[in-house]
């Protein structure tokens, strides 16, 4: 009878120890904002230390574009996958007439998402959709000032510059960064004049064209790749979007 009550305090004992073992993963979510005014930023961590980090430009749209509420879901994806992502706000407001002001803002709010998160010695990938698109190539070009040296560049379906958007030199460029560049089959809204436009900058800085791909998502079936489909969490959204920023994070760590 002593050594059965042994054997089941044994039991019990490695029972505990099991469901310890067995505790449920960390709940990932959006985090902030942090900081004020344009130059806020939220976060969204992984579960362990980070593999990469992403910076995710927003559009020009709603009254929530600049939050993270559109993309939230693409957001939580990237840290599932091991990615810190920074989701800098860069205006106070939608809107068209300060465009020389949102590169600088955007900036400050990286650099501020960053110090959060431990300044991460990982790869560097940014993203930016729409507006977000040339934004992205601009900060990669800008990125060495806050400390930041970004391996690669997603621009989704970007938008064209504004005439009172000053301009800026690509040639600052890192060489060996890869930059891709989506079009839409069915945007309406931007079209491929944003994606032409910044292959010009591109080419006028000197950028080495085999780093520079044009990706152009087709619709098929249920999914039609119109301009605000990338706000979507769809089978055929995840694999255009989500699936072509995976390979590109995956191939600069």
Same mark, same amino acid.
């Given at each position: 009878m002593r050594r059965a009550a042994a054997t089941l305090a044994l039991l019990a004992l490695a029972g505990c120890g099991g469901a310890k073992h067995a505790a449920p993963a960390p709940q990932l979510h959006v985090e902030g904002p942090y900081g004020t005014g344009a130059d806020q930023v939220w976060l969204v961590r992984p579960a362990g230390p980070p593999r990469s980090v992403v910076v995710f430009l927003h559009g020009l749209g709603d009254e929530v574009e600049d939050t993270p509420v559109n993309h939230e879901r693409w957001l939580l994806h990237l840290a599932e996958r091991g990615s810190a992502v920074v989701y800098p706000r860069y205006e106070a407001a939608p809107t068209i007439d300060n465009q020389g002001e949102v590169a600088k803002h955007a900036l400050r709010g990286v650099a501020l998402g960053l110090e959060t998160l431990g300044l991460p010695r990982v790869p560097a990938v940014l993203i930016g959709y729409s507006r977000g698109g040339p934004l992205a190539v601009d900060l990669a070009a800008l990125a060495r000032v806050i400390g930041l040296e970004p391996r690669g560049v997603l621009s @989704?379906?970007? &938008?064209?510059?504004?005439?009172?958007?000053?301009?800026?030199?690509?040639?600052?460029?890192?060489?060996?960064?890869?930059?891709?560049?989506?079009? &839409?089959?069915?945007?309406?809204?931007?079209?491929?004049?944003?994606?032409?436009?910044?292959?010009?900058?591109?080419?006028?800085?000197?950028?080495?064209?085999?780093?520079?791909?044009?990706?152009? @998502?087709?619709?098929?079936?249920?999914?039609?790749?119109?301009?605000? #489909? @990338?706000? #979507?969490? #769809?089978?055929?959204?995840?694999?255009?979007?989500?699936?072509?920023?995976?390979?590109?994070?995956?191939? @600069?760590?």
């Open positions: @989704v379906f970007p &938008g064209r510059r504004y005439p009172n958007e000053p301009p800026l030199d690509l040639r600052s460029l890192d060489p060996t960064e890869k930059i891709w560049i989506m079009v &839409g089959d069915r945007d309406k809204v931007v079209g491929e004049y944003g994606a032409r436009e910044l292959l010009d900058r591109l080419a006028k800085a000197g950028f080495p064209k085999q780093q520079v791909r044009l990706l152009k @998502v087709v619709s098929r079936g249920d999914f039609a790749a119109t301009h605000l #489909s @990338v706000l #979507s969490d #769809s089978p055929g959204a995840q694999a255009a979007y989500w699936g072509t920023a995976d390979s590109l994070i995956a191939g @600069v760590r």
